[in-house]
């Protein structure tokens, strides 16, 4: 069996690529440093590429990057990455939230430290032979208020060292609960104008994105308390550089600590590195050999978890599914994309909208990786097999294909139940899924209840409810050699408009479909390999 291809493309912890070439299903092969036009030559054979800041994954690398399946990122930020490019292709962006967590914490709480006590500004004086203890005087940190941007990994566990040492946490973030803010010790505002001006202190721990860039501009710089100190480890560009320098140099902003810039690495002329009332570290906030071993680690683990089971953790651009959910979740999985593919096959005519229901014992889950799965299947014709759980949703928004989710109990007859409705201009295709065990079925069509299983050759015919056409069928396709495993029929009423599943062991030829299509009590023929 060809094994799968792994490339290290920069520097990655020791145990994280030992762990992965101890995997007889890998080959890995460690090659850092190289340029954009070297990774694009060789990319092309890889399933997967690990990396940390250094590496650029560019559209024009995914664009030729044929075979790569996922990209490990040893680390939190992802700006080296096109995550949409990567989302198109199909490809799962990972990367390790978890593993430098105590590591910035610390940083950042040493960085605060620094500022209270000028000890860089005061080591600089002393090694130049000077004694001056009337220029680096400090505050404490007892009574003081610490005011945290983003309360999530990081952020608390900041708060939790600034409450040892006897500081009040207070904290914006637009998404912790009032609940988890309680049990945190944290008094939560509801808007940073409101939060700022009563911090002494303020530390950002929010990811870099389009609305937390200059999240700190001119006009809330203005809005802190005189005499405030910053801190920031988290993303370069939350505080806008210049409108701080001003702030400094005006006198209202005191100090700030900075380990992240809008520019990497810092330019040397930038005023930053010169002003005395600013702290510089130059993106340590990772840099500790406990860190690079858990992120090394962290993300080797996921990406042989994802290469070799489909189990997705930390992805930046798919919902995670661990082992036992993923187990949990696979029958449901697995009848969605068919039944996808089978609504796909019997609709006629383009689709405007698509609606997945479910109802019963299935809404207990997380129910989006089986609605992604729905959607491969609807798209399989549309998109081939490039298509896959991770790039089906930019798919659907290409196509202009509208979907939604929709959770209810109404069905008392099933207990588990999946329904994909589709929508073509003024009509509706509706088919309802059963699972029982691990066993999908097919249990209504429309308004028609029938029973029939999801998978194999399906022979599905619509035709006029009339004495003698089941009979007539089996003829025909005896006379063509086609056995039929299993029949199921569904009508609304006697004489109406019926639907029959056939359960076939082969393929029927054109021959044999065209010989019942002529048929004037025949509506529609569709044979469709659910394999």
């Not at 700022?196 to 710089?221: C, S, W, Y």
Request: hydrophobic share 45%; proline share 5%.
């Amino acid at each position: 069996m060809e094994k799968i291809k792994i490339l290290v493309a920069d520097p990655i912890s020791p145990k994280g690529i030992e762990y992965l070439k101890k995997n007889p299903a890998f080959d890995v092969e460690t090659r850092v440093g190289l340029s954009e036009g070297e990774l694009a030559a060789i990319i092309p054979s890889y399933h997967a590429i690990l990396i940390r800041s250094e590496t650029k994954i560019r559209s024009s690398l995914i664009q030729v990057a044929e075979q790569l399946r996922v990209i490990g990122r040893a680390g939190v930020g992802i700006d080296n990455v096109d995550v949409p490019a990567a989302t198109a292709r199909g490809i799962v962006v990972m990367n390790t939230p978890v593993g430098n967590t105590i590591s910035t914490a610390e940083h950042a709480f040493s960085l605060l430290m620094s500022l209270a006590r000028n000890i860089p500004q005061a080591h600089l004086s002393m090694t130049k032979g000077e004694w001056d203890r009337k220029s680096f005087q400090g505050v404490e940190l007892k009574d003081k208020t610490l005011g945290i941007i983003g309360v999530g990994r990081i952020g608390s566990e900041v708060a939790k060292r600034a409450q040892v040492f006897g500081m009040r946490v207070i904290a914006y973030d637009p998404f912790l609960t009032h609940a988890r803010a309680q049990i945190l010790q944290i008094e939560l505002f509801e808007t940073l104008e409101e939060m700022l001006p009563q911090a002494d202190f303020i530390t950002l721990h929010v990811p870099g994105t389009p609305e937390t860039m200059n999240l700190l501009d001119a006009k809330r710089l203005a809005c802190c308390k005189k005499g405030a100190r910053l801190i920031n480890c988290a993303r370069g560009g939350l505080i806008n550089e210049e409108a701080l320098l001003q702030a400094i140099d005006s006198g209202h902003i005191a100090a700030a600590a900075l380990d992240v810039f809008t520019i990497e690495p810092l330019p040397q002329n930038s005023p930053l590195r010169s002003h005395p009332k600013i702290i510089l570290t130059p993106h340590l906030g990772a840099s500790t050999q406990e860190a690079q071993e858990n992120v090394g680690l962290e993300i080797a683990e996921a990406v042989e978890a994802y290469l070799l089971h489909g189990i997705i953790r930390n992805a930046v651009n798919m919902p995670n599914v661990e082992a036992r959910a993923l187990a949990v979740l696979k029958p449901y999985i697995q009848a969605a994309t068919r039944l996808g593919y089978l609504v796909e096959q019997l609709t006629p005519h383009r689709l405007d909208a698509v609606k997945i229901h479910y109802s019963g014992k299935v809404n207990e889950h997380d129910t989006t990786p089986i609605t992604r799965a729905a959607l491969k299947g609807l798209l399989l014709t549309a998109g081939g097999t490039s298509v896959n759980e991770v790039n089906v949703l930019h798919l659907a928004d290409n196509l202009g294909l509208k979907w939604s989710e929709h959770k209810n109990n109404d069905d008392e007859e099933y207990k588990d139940l999946i329904t994909l409705e589709a929508i073509f201009g003024k009509e509706h295709l509706s088919v309802a899924v059963a699972i029982f065990g691990n066993r999908p079925r097919i249990v209504r069509v429309n308004d028609r209840n029938l029973e029939a299983a999801l998978d194999g050759k399906l022979l599905v015919i619509e035709n006029r409810d009339r004495p003698g056409i089941i009979g007539w069928l089996g003829t025909i396709l005896g006379r063509h050699h086609i056995n039929i495993a299993s029949m199921a029929l569904g009508r609304a009423e006697p004489g109406s408009r019926a639907l029959s599943i056939l359960h076939l062991d082969s393929v029927p030829s054109t021959d044999a479909l065209q010989e019942i299509a002529q048929d004037k009590d025949i509506y529609s023929v569709k044979f469709i390999d659910l394999r």
